[in-house]
Nanobody, 120 residues
């Protein structure tokens, strides 16, 4: 089993910054990809940013130039540095981890989410 725990959310004024962390632990051989999603009230969950084991990244157009995703493969942890935050960034942020358990078996896991609220 794998546990995924997000942290770092909170309340911040528009223009401010937050850094989210996503730590995975448990039965992990390697992690193929770590992605951040968000879900605002009344909206569908959307992909915000992702990073592969090799460090390739991708971003939603709405956050390009403001958010930066990174990861520490030793700690099985991903980070999302969020700068120039806007009220429309307000959402619950979730981490999804694509885990390789070894022996050809893999699965993905979700964390419980962390609330980010940006006031205007």
């Amino acid at each position: 089993q794998v546990q995924v725990v997000e942290s770092g959310g909170g309340l911040v004024q528009a223009g401010g910054s937050l850094r989210l962390s996503c730590a995975a632990s448990g039965s992990i051989f390697s992690i193929n990809a770590m992605d951040w999603y968000r879900q605002a009230p009344g909206k569908q969950r959307e992909l915000v940013a992702g990073i592969t084991i090799g460090g390739s990244t991708n971003y939603a157009d709405s956050v390009k130039g403001r958010f930066t995703i990174s990861r520490d493969n030793v700690k099985n942890t991903a980070y999302l540095q969020m700068n120039s935050l806007k009220p429309e960034d307000t959402a619950v942020y979730y981490c999804n981890v694509d885990v390789d358990h070894g022996l050809g078996y893999g699965s993905d896991y979700w964390g419980q989410g962390t609330q980010v609220t940006v006031s205007s």
